[in-house]
């Protein structure tokens, strides 16, 4: 009874996840990915990202540093592949911020820029959080433990 | 790579090359590859990928899957390679979606040019890709 209880708050975290707008279908793809096999994929993928994705940030973090000599091509490039990384999970709101971010690039505008990095960094440490909190959800119920039970890092 | 050589009428072991410098999307792309049961070799580096081409003269993969902002080579010069010494069809992937880069990739050579993120329906479509190529070839012999 309780664990029934306990499934349903997790399809409904879940859910709301998606009401909320921060992930897409892409993350029913990769849902879909894992079976037997691959009981973990969803979460490997995810902590894959997070790793990854670290030196991304801190590279545009650099860029920005040169404020008024910004090279938006290079801020651009890096942009890019953060946001095929995001889209590649279903980070959808992560995703819209990225976008948001390399349109301020190609308008050659700064304070944009930084503005919407902030944006992004925020709703990429927000995705984090509320998706550990869901994995460890599905732990408590019995899902199995990933091979590595590796807690994701926090940004430096 | 002869028409005769084909093993099989259905996509199973489909032979496939993943390049993308990121690691996550690629792990993502690889693993759809999977669960169509082909059988797929990955690389970061599209200048390695190249060289392995040119060393084994493409005998070992059936369709390349390269993404179109690479930062160690410029895709589009891999992709005039590939299509002019190797002859196997190459597929790029993009974020972006902007027509001139698509135009740009299939008058370069490319037999598709796919948005990301991909889902599963694009990798059962590389088959298709496999199959069309291997028609041209048959239709010029």
């Known amino acids: 009874m309780e664990k029934n209880q306990s499934r349903m708050q997790l399809v409904a975290m879940k859910q709301s996840f998606f009401d909320q707008g921060l992930l897409d279908e892409q993350f029913i793809q990769l849902e879909e990915l894992q079976d037997d096999v691959n009981p973990n994929f969803v979460e490997e993928i995810v902590i894959l990202y997070y790793g990854d994705s670290l030196r991304l940030i801190s590279s545009i973090e650099q860029a920005l540093k040169e404020r008024n000599l910004l090279d938006f091509n290079k801020l651009d490039t890096l942009m890019h592949q953060f946001t095929g990384s995001s889209s590649s999970i279903g980070a959808k709101k992560v995703k819209a911020e990225c976008n948001l971010f390399r349109e301020y690039c190609r308008a050659g505008n700064i304070e944009g820029c930084m503005k919407s990095f902030q944006q992004c960094k925020k709703e990429y440490a927000s995705l984090r959080k509320k998706l550990e909190a869901y994995f460890q959800a599905s732990w408590v119920l019995g899902g199995s433990m990933p091979l590595q039970v590796k807690k994701i890092k926090a940004n430096p | ?141």
């Open chain 2, 1 to 141: 790579m002869e028409i005769d050589d084909l093993p099989y009428q259905f996509p199973e072991g489909l032979r496939v090359f993943v390049i993308d410098h990121d690691t996550t999307q690629l792990h993502v792309i690889a693993n759809m590859c999977f669960q169509c049961n082909y059988r797929v070799a990955t690389c970061i580096v599209a200048s390695f990928t190249l060289h392995l081409l040119r060393e084994t003269n493409g005998r070992f993969f059936y369709v390349i899957l390269i993404e179109a902002q690479m930062s160690d080579m410029d895709s589009y010069q891999f992709l005039q390679c590939v299509t002019q010494e190797i002859k196997i069809p190459v597929i790029m992937m993009c974020a972006d979606n902007t027509t001139s880069e698509r135009m740009n990739a299939i008058e370069k050579g490319a037999c598709d040019y796919w948005l990301k993120p991909l889902n599963v329906n694009h990798i059962n479509n590389m088959w298709q890709q496999f199959k069309n190529m291997i028609k041209l070839k048959e239709y010029f012999r």
